[in-house]
């Protein structure tokens, strides 16, 4: 079997300027997160390392040789049930690597005691909610014109849920 030719390890602070340059590559796609281009790189830059420092979020990364191509935080870590986002580079989806980093969630969630993981997704992310299925997380509700746009509008946005004290 060959080997995958990326690899996950923790986020750290050191992360924090490739982490919000991929997500400026993604928000500049337009469609499937919530965050919008433009933004302030600088300001992002500081407020992630500073969640980073004061252990606000958790996360991972994928490392395609030094380029990092993949990014999944968790953040309200004191709840129960706490959120996460991910992202993964265009040039990089559909190998996996998604996958692993919510498996690396999932994992971390069990260890300190969560007793779910959930998100939010557009409807129209097909790969999207295919990968969150395929992980165990399930439809709880959507939410009408939960997200706001800087035009005015508003899009609908599902929460998705997977326990984790069941199984
Ligand atoms: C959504 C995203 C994070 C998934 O990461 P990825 O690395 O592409 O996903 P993977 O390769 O690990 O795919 C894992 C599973 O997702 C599902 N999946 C993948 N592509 C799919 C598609 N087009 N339709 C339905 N399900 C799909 C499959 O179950 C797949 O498993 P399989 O390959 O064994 O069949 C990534 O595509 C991405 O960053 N998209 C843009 C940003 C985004 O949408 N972020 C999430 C916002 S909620």
């Known amino acids: 079997m060959t080997r995958p030719a990326w690899t996950l390890r923790p986020k750290g602070e050191r992360d924090a300027e490739a982490v919000v340059e991929l997500l400026a590559e993604v ?27 004061a252990r606000r979020c958790v996360g991972w990364v994928a490392l395609d040789g030094r380029e990092l191509v993949g990014d999944l935080s968790v953040f309200d870590l004191v ?8 992202i993964v580079a265009a040039s ?24 779910a993981l959930r998100l939010r997704v557009f409807p129209d992310n097909e790969r999207a909610r295919g990968l969150y ?6 439809d709880v509700v959507v939410q009408p014109q939960a997200i706001a746009r800087r035009d005015g509008s508003a899009l609908d946005a ?4 997977r326990a984790l004290t069941a199984d």
């Open 27 to 53: 928000a500049r796609e337009g469609r499937w997160i919530a965050t919008e281009w433009p933004f302030d790189v600088a300001e992002r830059v500081d407020e992630l390392r500073a969640a980073l420092l």
């Open 79 to 86: 709840q129960d049930e706490p959120e996460l986002g991910m």
């Open 92 to 115: 990089h989806r559909g190998r996996g690597i998604g996958r692993a980093l919510l498996d690396s969630a999932v994992g971390w969630a069990r260890v300190n005691g969560k007793t």
């Open 133 to 138: 299925r395929a992980a165990g997380f399930v």
């Open 158 to 161: 599902i929460v998705m849920r």
